[in-house]
């Protein structure tokens, strides 16, 4: 089923209502091209709940060690998370720029110190929804969830990379989706996705 919201054709998945883009769009993240880029620019933090704010002062101590100096002054200073001018509940960020949860590996690559921690059995939680869901954006309204993509120049080589191994946006962000929504949820999803792609193919 198709809804409209702001003029934006979507499909339907229970109570949200999900970006066409999910089906049409080919992704797979390059890090080896943007040496992951997304933990760095922008404005503001990632956003995240109350839950996940506590979550991260718990865990904070795991990954203490694997944090930039001047991102362990700023959570010293202003703790772990903000309210941005939004009004949105975010984590911090140091040098204008970078998470305060981010680290450099070899040639520069950026990665996040929580999933770090989680893949070597740290910590028993991977990251914040919003950053395991990227390049997704959720907005709640009173009666359902929009599921967006968000566009950003620096993941054209995912989207290249994507298109060459044949991979969907929604395929690629299954785990998480599957985290955030469920699998019941997940499942729907594709078989609209396919219903779509059946009917109106490449694009």
């Known amino acids: 089923m198709k809804e409209e919201v702001e003029e934006t054709v979507m499909l339907q998945i229970q109570d949200t209502l999900v970006s066409l883009d999910l089906a049409e ?3 797979c993240c390059n890090l080896d091209s943007c040496l992951g880029e997304c933990c760095i620019e922008g404005d503001a933090g990632a956003p995240i709940t109350e839950d996940e704010y506590n979550k991260l002062k718990e865990i904070l101590p795991n990954v203490w060690d694997d944090l930039l100096p001047s991102a362990q002054e ?3 200073e202003a703790g772990v998370g903000y309210v941005d001018e939004e009004g949105d509940l975010v984590t911090q ?4 720029r970078n998470c305060v949860f981010t680290c450099y590996g070899e040639g520069g690559m950026c990665h ?3 999933e770090k921690a ?3 059995g740290r910590v028993d939680w991977r990251k ?3 950053c395991y869901l990227y390049p997704l954006r959720l907005t709640r309204y009173p009666s359902f969830t929009a599921v967006n ?3 950003w120049k620096i993941c054209k080589c995912a989207e290249v990379l ?3 191994e044949g991979i969907r946006l929604y395929r690629f962000l299954e785990g998480p989706l599957v985290e955030r929504f469920g699998r019941e949820w997940y499942d729907e999803l594709c078989e609209a996705c396919e219903a779509y792609l059946a009917e109106y193919g490449d694009k």
């Open 118 to 120: 989680f893949r070597e």
């Open 74 to 76: 700023r959570i010293k």
């Open 112 to 114: 996040c110190a929580i």
């Open 25 to 27: 769009r080919f992704f």
């Open 149 to 151: 993509y968000h566009r």
């Open 162 to 164: 994507g298109r060459k």
């Open 93 to 96: 960020i140091v040098d204008g």
């Open 128 to 130: 914040p929804i919003s």
